[in-house]
């Protein structure tokens, strides 16, 4: 398996390359050559399987024999052996037709854990072969960060920096950041949004000099391999409700698009999707994009659910590839367009193609807190704010015909104070998180300036 460039100016790599690049040279995001493809029967002979046996069926199309079958799998069985939940990723019925899918059993309480921790497991063991060392840079608006610090603290061969924004997280998602002793650990509070935070990182991707000086690597889902690790529970979802007999639809409350282009690769390999939609808080940028065909920027507004108050999402770019039948020409002056004028348009028929795959829609605060207390009040279950914004959506485009399954990206813990004031119930941490908000706090606050990050990153990264 190759993995090629959307911008179409990169060397095409196998797994492990495209794994430690990150971003591509080119700017552009890795896909890969051609998606997999899964018959009816090959899906079938997943049922009944674990977890883990499932993901290591999936994941071997894209890792295409680069790594020995018997270390990815004692790798995959590492990583979901440290989620709090048998089923790893637990199926829950709301409703007579739906179901929240919990991806927040991990360490860290949020779905990034599910491919974090695979992906700090993947990129060890390939630095360990090549007697390599890697820097580790992300951005994050809370999440993200949060479980790539737990997945790498205290590994040899990476130092790891995370740049979330300054006061624009929630006070547990700081503190998993900032808490940790691990000495290849930095945490930075940078002054800006999440928007700059992820600037940053790509411009320091973009910067070839400094990239090869420090060997940079990334961990946000501009990383082929989180996406590729987020496809399986679509997979596992599927089965546990009958599936590859019977379309299941997915409501993904989202931000930088990874999540729920997840879910698009799933049924690009042949999973039987009915309605794949996109939720978003009131930084609706998808939602408009969707409706007007114009993707524009026009400031990011601080919710409830801070972890999806983006409005650069990434793995649009990944989309338009395919929507545009991966003319990496029109990609780049999209992207450019973007760059110079804070937007682009997408041509109809484009536009057209993309609407037969999604449906969209926008929860304000308002209909995200009502949805926590009246979700609350009607079945019991408590909801974090993200996935209160992926139920209120679902309820819009649910049919008869498909069970629905939102994502639940984050235990409500993680945001207690609006949880608090949306159904007067304060979540509590769960028991290996407990003393979190007493833990003495370690991290540094810089400004988005690419040179000054540069160098802090040269001072702290060690080199043996
Ligand atoms: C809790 C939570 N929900 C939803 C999202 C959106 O996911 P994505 O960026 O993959 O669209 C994020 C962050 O990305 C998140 O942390
Ligand atoms: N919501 C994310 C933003 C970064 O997304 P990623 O999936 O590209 O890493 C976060 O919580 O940091």
């Known amino acids: 398996m190759e993995y090629i460039s959307t911008r179409g100016d990169a060397p095409a790599l196998g797994f492990r390359d495209a794994l430690l690049a990150g971003l591509a040279r080119d700017g552009g995001l890795y896909v890969p050559r051609e998606w997999p493809s899964l018959t009816k029967r090959d899906i079938k002979a997943l049922r009944g399987k674990s977890y883990a046996e499932v993901a290591f069926e999936i994941l071997k199309h894209f890792v295409d024999g680069e790594i020995p079958d018997d270390k990815l799998k004692a790798m995959?069985?590492?990583?979901?052996?440290?989620?709090?939940?048998?089923?790893?990723?637990?199926?829950?019925?709301?409703?007579?037709?739906?179901?929240?899918?919990?991806?927040?059993?991990?360490?860290?309480?949020?779905?990034?854990?599910?491919?974090?921790?695979?992906l700090a497991r993947l990129m060890d063991y390939v630095l360990a072969e090549r007697g390599e060392r890697a820097t580790i840079v992300g951005a994050t608006s809370g999440d993200t960060g949060g479980a790539a610090i737990d997945a790498?603290?205290?590994?040899?061969?990476?130092?790891?920096?995370?740049?979330?924004?300054?006061?624009?997280?929630?006070?547990?998602?700081?503190?998993?950041?900032t808490t940790s002793t691990a000495s290849n650990v930095h945490a930075i509070a940078l002054n800006g949004n999440f928007d700059d935070c992820q600037d940053l990182v790509k411009e320091m991707f973009n910067d070839v000099a400094f990239r090869d000086r420090v060997k940079l690597s990334g961990v946000n889902s501009i990383n082929w391999a989180r996406i590729m690790a987020q496809v399986v529970y679509y997979f596992t979802a599927?089965?546990?409700?009958?599936?590859?007999?019977?379309?299941?639809?997915?409501?993904?409350?989202?931000?930088?698009?990874?999540?729920?282009?997840?879910?698009?690769?799933?049924?690009?390999?042949?999973?039987?999707?009915?309605?794949?939609?996109?939720?978003?808080?009131?930084?609706?940028?998808l939602a408009r994009t969707l409706k007007t065909g114009r993707y524009e920027m026009k400031g990011v507004k601080a919710t409830t659910s801070p972890s999806?108050?983006?409005?650069?999402?990434?793995?649009?770019?990944?989309?338009?590839?395919?929507?545009?039948?991966?003319?990496?020409?029109?990609?780049?002056?999209?992207?450019?367009?973007?760059?110079?004028?804070?937007?682009?348009?997408?041509?109809?028929?484009?536009?057209?193609?993309?609407?037969?795959?999604?449906?969209?829609?926008?929860?304000?605060?308002?209909?995200?807190?009502?949805?926590?207390?009246?979700?609350?009040?009607?079945?019991?279950?408590?909801?974090?704010?993200?996935?209160?914004?992926?139920?209120?959506?679902?309820?819009?485009?649910?049919?008869?015909?498909?069970?629905?399954?939102?994502l639940a990206t984050a235990h409500p813990a993680k945001f207690p104070a609006a949880v608090k004031s949306a159904c007067g119930i304060d979540p509590a941490l769960p028991s290996w998180l407990a003393d979190?908000?007493?833990?003495?706090?370690?991290?540094?606050?810089?400004?988005?300036?690419?040179?000054?990050?540069?160098k802090f990153i040269g001072e702290h990264t060690r080199t043996k």
């Open 76 to 118: 995959i069985n590492e990583a979901y052996g440290t989620f709090r939940h048998p089923a790893v990723v637990p199926l829950v019925q709301t409703g007579p037709n739906d179901f929240v899918l919990e991806l927040f059993h991990g360490t860290t309480l949020a779905f990034k854990d599910v491919a974090m921790q695979l």
């Open 152 to 177: 790498f603290a205290g590994r040899e061969r990476t130092d790891i920096f995370i740049f979330f924004p300054h006061g624009k997280v929630s006070p547990v998602q700081q503190r998993q950041m």
């Open 238 to 285: 599927s089965l546990s409700l009958g599936g590859p007999d019977r379309k299941i639809s997915f409501t993904v409350p989202t931000g930088n698009f990874g999540d729920i282009f997840a879910g698009y690769v799933a049924k690009k390999m042949g999973l039987p999707i009915d309605r794949l939609v996109i939720a978003t808080n009131d930084n609706d940028i």
């Open 308 to 406: 999806m108050d983006i409005q650069i999402s990434s793995n649009f770019e990944r989309l338009l590839f395919e929507a545009y039948g991966r003319d990496s020409g029109a990609i780049r002056s999209a992207m450019s367009g973007l760059k110079q004028s804070g937007a682009f348009e997408i041509q109809p028929e484009v536009l057209k193609a993309i609407k037969r795959e999604f449906r969209a829609g926008r929860a304000t605060e308002k209909q995200v807190a009502t949805t926590i207390r009246e979700t609350l009040a009607e079945t019991g279950y408590l909801l974090d704010p993200h996935t209160a914004t992926g139920v209120f959506v679902a309820k819009k485009n649910a049919r008869p015909l498909s069970p629905m399954v939102t």
């Open 436 to 454: 979190l908000m007493h833990r003495e706090e370690r991290f540094d606050i810089l400004d988005p300036d690419l040179k000054a990050v540069e």
